[in-house]
């Protein structure tokens, strides 16, 4: 019973460790995709002005 426990105890380690960098990766991505659409909404709004190309 207590192999069982410090098993399971590990396992969890592991995982909320896993869980940390997950969450940390997916706020650096949104941090990145924030800036981004910032950086790209001039130049967005611009394009769709245009006019479209003719084949």
Same mark, same amino acid.
Do not use: C, W
């Given at each position: 019973?207590?192999?069982?426990?410090?098993? +399971?105890?590990?396992?969890?380690?592991?995982?909320? !460790?896993?869980? /940390?960098?997950?969450?940390?990766?997916? #706020? +650096?991505?949104?941090?990145?995709?924030?800036?981004? !659409?910032?950086? /790209?909404g001039?130049?967005?709004?611009? #394009?769709?002005?245009a006019?479209?190309?003719?084949?």
């Amino acid at each position: 019973m207590d192999e069982t426990v410090d098993t +399971l105890n590990e396992q969890i380690t592991h995982l909320s !460790a896993d869980f /940390t960098l997950a969450r940390q990766a997916m #706020q +650096l991505m949104n941090r990145r995709l924030e800036q981004l !659409a910032a950086n /790209t909404g001039d130049l967005k709004s611009s #394009q769709d002005d245009a006019p479209p190309p003719h084949y």
